[in-house]
């Protein structure tokens, strides 16, 4: 059952090691995830330090709320989510308004999976993720840069964060944690000027600070 993490992870994470070695295709421009060789730390810290409330705002004229299967969150006003590389009840993806046909458009993922770990075990998993993006990097040979920390939400939800850097592109994955069950919300960054505008990182942790779980989770 604890591999299922890995599989989770490098399902995640193919397509953007394609972009990293130069490689393109339709699919692998919306794949979000990457991976390093590195040591990163665990860092506490508040969601404060990270964002400014401002930047969250719940005001229904710049977000909206989105209901799945496994939870509700909000959604910044001028993003959309792109069918084509979307499954239900799992998996979604987002793009800026205009950017869709973008050979590299910056985008958000979301993206619910059961796993083997308790809420308590957020070490354990943490360290799961990371052998996997260590195992895909000495594998593909892919020198990316990665960072880890965690934080906790505005709502109290312990969540893991990676940080992945290649070159001029850019890659968060935010694992907001559940009993045996997370939501990953992953935003590539790829044009940073497109990122001024798009605002894609605040997106991202919005998203992540307004989440909350369905009465049964992911349910399955």
Same mark, same amino acid.
């Given at each position: 059952?604890?591999?299922?993490?890995?599989?989770?992870?490098?399902?995640?994470?193919?397509?953007?090691?394609?972009?990293?070695?130069?490689?393109?295709?339709?699919?692998?421009?919306?794949?979000?995830?990457?991976?390093?060789?590195?040591?990163? &730390? %665990?860092? #506490?810290?508040?969601?404060?330090?990270?964002? !400014?409330?401002?930047?969250l705002s719940h005001d229904p004229? /710049? @977000? $909206?709320?989105?209901?799945?299967?496994?939870?509700?969150f909000d959604m910044a006003q001028?993003?959309?989510?792109?069918?084509?590389?979307?499954?239900?009840?799992?998996?979604?993806?987002?793009?800026?308004?205009?950017?869709?046909?973008?050979?590299?458009?910056?985008?958000?993922?979301?993206?619910?999976?059961?796993?083997?770990?308790?809420?308590?075990?957020?070490?354990?998993?943490?360290?799961?993720?990371?052998?996997?993006?260590?195992?895909?990097?000495?594998?593909?040979?892919?020198?990316?840069?990665? &960072? %880890?920390? #965690?934080?906790?939400?505005?709502?109290?939800? !312990?969540?893991?964060?990676?940080?992945?850097?290649?070159? /001029? @592109? $850019?890659?968060?994955?935010?694992?907001?944690?559940?009993?045996?069950?997370?939501?990953?919300?992953?935003?590539?960054?790829?044009?940073?000027?497109?990122?001024?505008?798009?605002?894609?990182?605040?997106?991202?942790?919005?998203?992540?600070?307004?989440?909350?779980?369905?009465?049964?989770?992911?349910?399955?």
């Amino acid at each position: 059952m604890k591999n299922q993490i890995r599989k989770s992870v490098v399902c995640l994470v193919i397509g953007a090691m394609l972009v990293a070695s130069g490689c393109s295709s339709k699919e692998s421009r919306y794949t979000v995830g990457t991976v390093a060789n590195t040591h990163g &730390t %665990d860092i #506490s810290a508040s969601y404060s330090e990270m964002t !400014t409330r401002e930047d969250l705002s719940h005001d229904p004229s /710049t @977000n $909206r709320v989105l209901s799945k299967r496994f939870g509700q969150f909000d959604m910044a006003q001028g993003w959309v989510e792109v069918d084509e590389h979307s499954t239900d009840p799992y998996y979604y993806t987002y793009v800026y308004d205009g950017t869709a046909e973008y050979e590299y458009p910056n985008n958000i993922t979301v993206y619910a999976s059961i796993c083997d770990y308790q809420l308590d075990e957020s070490v354990k998993l943490k360290q799961d993720i990371l052998d996997s993006l260590n195992q895909q990097a000495s594998e593909k040979k892919i020198d990316v840069e990665i &960072t %880890d920390s #965690s934080i906790i939400t505005e709502s109290g939800m !312990t969540v893991l964060c990676f940080n992945m850097v290649k070159d /001029t @592109n $850019r890659t968060i994955q935010y694992y907001i944690l559940g009993e045996k069950q997370y939501v990953m919300v992953s935003v590539s960054i790829y044009d940073e000027e497109q990122a001024k505008n798009d605002r894609s990182e605040e997106v991202a942790l919005a998203i992540v600070n307004s989440f909350v779980w369905s009465e049964n989770g992911i349910g399955i």
